[in-house]
């Protein structure tokens, strides 16, 4: 079947911009999981979102960023008032519970002007 | 807080040699041990999963091991291929602090012809 998608696969913007990035996971899992790929921080974890339970946010480096999930599928990642710092490839990944194995996206390079 | 260490960051073998790659966490109270490979510009692709009860996971020419106890796990790579170029990097999932995964540096790996 579909693996997780993500979109846009790259985004250019300006210091200042917001932005949203979008992640679609497998169909019927119900955790979802942002991280980010920088080159002097590694992959960080972001947060994630189990069913209907209140996310876990305590990855985000800033009150610039939200998530939602919206009906329990679909995400999407905001960036607001953009910065250099923040370029990077955000992860996308999903698991069939809070349980099993994580799966990923392909990633959207964001690059900060 | 979890600190994941792999080691070598590079490395660079023939075709055919059989190889390690090395990593280590802080807190041996872990859920489970993932590894996974990462090719350019692209999301990550999960190889094996090791639950903290198992000392090891096999698939086709690749092993994992796991020593909770002295926070050390191994990937075993056998006859390698040049498509097994990429970089590997394993991350740890800590009990009871949700599905979130901290993840190693990474080891670039290069098999030549």
């Known amino acids: 079947g579909a693996g997780v998608s993500q979109s846009p696969s790259n985004k250019v913007t300006e210091k200042g911009k917001d932005v949203e990035l979008r992640c679609d996971p497998i169909?019927?899992?119900?955790?979802l999981y942002w991280y980010r790929q920088s080159l002097g921080q590694g992959l960080e974890f972001l947060i994630y979102f189990q069913g209907n339970s209140a996310p876990d946010k305590s990855g985000l480096p800033s009150d610039r960023f939200s998530a939602e999930r919206t009906g329990g599928s679909v995400s999407t990642l905001t960036i607001q008032r953009t910065q250099q710092e923040d370029s990077a490839v955000y992860l996308c990944a999903s698991s069939l519970t809070i349980n099993n194995e994580q799966f990923f996206g392909p990633g959207t390079r964001l690059t900060v002007l | 807080k979890q600190e994941v260490t792999q080691i070598p960051a590079a490395l660079s073998v023939p075709e055919g040699e059989n190889l390690v790659l090395n990593c280590s966490f802080t807190?041996?109270?872990?859920?489970?041990l993932q590894w996974f490979r990462q090719d350019p510009g692209k999301g990550l692709t999960s190889l094996l999963l090791i639950q903290s009860s198992q000392r090891e996971q096999t698939s086709g020419r690749l092993n994992a091991s796991l020593d909770k106890s002295s926070g050390r796990s191994t990937l075993y790579i056998a006859a390698s291929q040049p498509g097994d170029s990429a970089t590997y990097l394993c991350?740890?999932?800590?009990?009871?602090?949700?599905?979130?995964?901290?993840f190693g540096t990474g080891t670039q790996l290069k098999v030549e012809l």
């Open positions: 807190d041996s109270a872990i859920y489970n």
């Open positions: 169909s019927g899992h119900t955790a």
């Open positions: 991350a740890v999932r800590l009990a009871g602090g949700g599905n979130k995964l901290t």
